[in-house]
């Protein structure tokens, strides 16, 4: 079954919708905790389910290179392989494979690439990527792109938003699966016309919903600010929204302003792995000597089972003492945090609250 999205409520910019997907529905905006190797680190699927995850996102060259497509399909797709039941969204792999600048050659058709793992040499091309994603059986399949690290010439711009819309052609008539849906990627940088053109070719192809990319990749916060709320305005209104890579309480909170509906990022856990909090309040390191004898919850404004159990005190112990449970309660925690806050997103927009909420959260970071 393809992506079906409807737009339930808008206020100042920012949308209220329902994704359905064949493992479930998506209430948006939403945050999709990253599950690179099939497996959101540390944290088990009955903890996402507990922290409120309604769909989360591992990495087609991860899983291409380990351990490979035969061992997914042969243990019955990615969500049974990994026991997790709700939506799954893969990226391309793209973003990987352009990061490995030393290790990789492009050409029209595709890019080959060496592992970093053994060294290794595969191929990705449009059409192999799409099928390897409808081969796990994912819920939303991204296509390959070309992502190019900012700042970048003019020249290397062009050619990065001509090949993905060929490349974006090219995954359409790959497309085979109903019960995938697969996203195109907007590329362009930061240039208003290039970004326009990347939009433009993409919706004329008509996907199910629609990524910006090239994102995160050495602007500033503010440029990417700009950037996002602009490429959100060309994408259609009827079909879902999703800024890859953002994951700080303010990118969330100013995305969902700027009218996206869906984001992923490493960046809770690895935070719960590097002992920061993520609060309503701001971030810290539990393990400063200040909270050493502080009694008091992660984040007094948190109700999950980690703030309503624990105290600063236990977790900053945990940490120094490098035990295993610091980090994943950590994690536990920072997710739970992301997803309360596109809770309350919702009920903000359909309130008509939307603008006191961010200002809001906002104002206390």
């Keep these: 079954m393809h992506a079906l999205f409807s737009l339930r409520a808008t206020d100042a910019g920012a949308r209220r919708g ?9 209430e948006t905006p939403t945050f999709m905790p990253v599950g690179t190797a099939a497996t959101v680190k540390a944290l088990t699927p009955d903890e996402l389910r507990c922290a409120h995850s309604q769909i989360i996102l591992a990495n087609t060259y991860h899983l291409w290179l380990r351990p490979g497509r035969e061992t997914i399909v042969e243990a019955g ?5 990994m026991a997790w039941d709700g939506p799954i969204l893969t990226d391309s792999g793209g973003f990987q494979v352009f990061s490995l600048r030393e290790r990789r050659k ?4 595709g890019v080959t690439f060496q592992s970093h793992i053994d060294g290794s040499t595969h191929r990705f091309t449009p059409e192999s990527v799409i099928e390897f ?20 010439t003019r020249d290397a711009l062009e050619k ?8 974006a052609r090219r995954s359409r008539e790959a497309w085979k699966s109903e019960r995938t849906a697969v996203f195109a990627i907007v ?17 004329a192809l008509d996907f199910p919903g629609y990524a910006i990319g090239g994102l995160s990749v050495g602007e500033t916060r503010e440029e990417m600010y700009v950037t996002a709320r602009s490429s959100a305005a060309l994408l259609p209104v009827e079909k879902p929204r999703y800024l890859m890579g953002v994951g700080t309480v ?50 007094p404004q948190c109700d999950c089972y980690v703030c309503t159990t624990y105290t600063r005190a236990y977790l900053s112990h945990l940490f120094r003492a490098n ?24 009920e903000a927009i359909e309130c008509k609250q939307w603008q006191q909420y961010r200002d809001l959260v906002l104002g206390k970071l």
């Excluded at 990118?251 to 809770?268: K, L, N, S």
């Excluded at 035990?323 to 919702?346: C, F, K, T």
């Design 323 to 346: 035990e295993m449970l610091g980090p994943r309660l950590l994690s536990y925690h920072n997710v739970y945090l992301l997803n309360d806050l596109m809770r309350d997103a919702r």
């Design 77 to 81: 797709g990615l969500h049974r392989f």
């Design 106 to 109: 492009l050409d029209d058709d």
């Design 160 to 167: 990065s938003v001509a090949m993905t819309s060929a490349w």
């Design 133 to 152: 994603q409808e081969a796990l059986g994912v819920d939303v399949a991204m296509v390959l792109d070309v992502c190019t690290k900012l700042p970048a």
């Design 250 to 299: 303010r990118d969330i909170i100013v995305a969902v302003d700027c009218g996206i509906d869906m984001f992923d990022c490493v960046y809770p856990t690895r935070c719960g792995r590097n002992a920061r909090a993520m609060t309503r309040s701001g971030e810290y390191n539990i393990r400063n000597a200040a909270y050493g004898r502080d009694y008091t919850p992660v984040d």
């Design 18 to 26: 329902t994704l359905r997907l064949s493992h479930g529905v998506v």
């Design 187 to 203: 590329q362009g940088g930061l240039d208003p016309e290039l970004r326009e053109r990347s939009a433009r070719e993409l919706v």
